[in-house]
């Protein structure tokens, strides 16, 4: 079974930059999560999709932060503009639904901003 | 905020088991224990939940108190590749989802 791919691995932008990471969740998986994860703490979650509609978004920075999951299976997070406290490593998770709480995590994009 | 507190660190001998406790006073009656785990410069990974009973998988025995205020998640022969920080997570029920709020969990070292 293929876990959930994930890219770039590394990213290092400059502050005020774009960037874009891609998700791509276990096949079948209706769930997808994107979470935040600072260095020495553990993951925060960002935005959960059930299917491609959004089940929470209470955290995510929408003044700079969006996601969208097309078609219900891939997933994009963009940060417009980033800051220097955006540095962090990105995580996309996936389960089988939303009450199913056995998520299967990628292996995470490093965001640097300088 | 988090749920559950956990230890800092840990440290165990190679081949030993590792009692890697957590406390969770506030848990509701409906709301699992889970346990992942995260490797360094890896994604968490998923290694037990429960509710209520001891529970047992190829990785690990989960044990949980009476009350359900605390647990403890036991690996029976450690080794190096359990190296790794331990979640203990409770399952937050919010409207109509359940998500997990995770907390800075137990950096174990298991030592050769």
């Known amino acids: 079974e293929a876990g959930v791919a994930q890219s770039p691995r590394y990213k290092i932008i400059e502050k005020r930059q774009s960037v874009a990471f891609w998700c791509n969740p276990i096949?079948?998986?209706?769930?997808l999560y994107w979470y935040q994860q600072i260095l020495g703490q553990g993951p925060k979650l960002l935005i959960q999709?059930?299917?491609?509609?959004?089940?929470?978004d209470s955290q995510l920075p929408k003044d700079r932060f969006s996601a969208e999951r097309l078609k219900g299976v891939d997933s994009t997070l963009k940060i417009q503009p980033a800051k220097l406290e955006d540095s962090a490593v990105y995580l996309c998770?996936?389960?089988?639904?939303?009450?199913?709480?056995?998520?299967?995590f990628g292996s995470g994009t490093q965001l640097s901003v300088l | 905020d988090a749920k559950t507190t956990q230890p800092t660190s840990m440290d165990c001998a190679e081949g030993r088991a590792a009692n890697l406790p957590c406390n969770h006073s506030?848990?509701?009656?409906?709301?699992?224990v889970y346990w992942y785990r995260q490797i360094h410069s890896q994604g968490p990974q998923y290694i037990i939940h429960?509710?209520?009973?001891?529970e047992t998988n190829e990785m690990a025995s989960l044990i949980i108190t009476e009350d359900r205020k605390s647990s403890t998640l036991i690996l029976p022969h450690a080794t190096l590749r359990d190296t790794a920080v331990y979640y203990c997570?409770?399952?937050?029920?919010?409207?109509?989802?359940?998500?997990?709020?995770w907390g800075l969990g137990t950096s174990l070292a298991v030592n050769p």
């Open positions: 096949s079948g998986h209706a769930t």
């Open positions: 999709f059930q299917n491609n509609g959004v089940v929470d």
């Open positions: 429960g509710l209520k009973n001891n």
């Open positions: 997570i409770v399952s937050l029920r919010g409207g109509n989802n359940r998500k997990l709020i």
């Open positions: 506030t848990i509701s009656g409906n709301e699992y």
């Open positions: 998770a996936s389960s089988a639904g939303r009450w199913n709480e056995k998520l299967f």
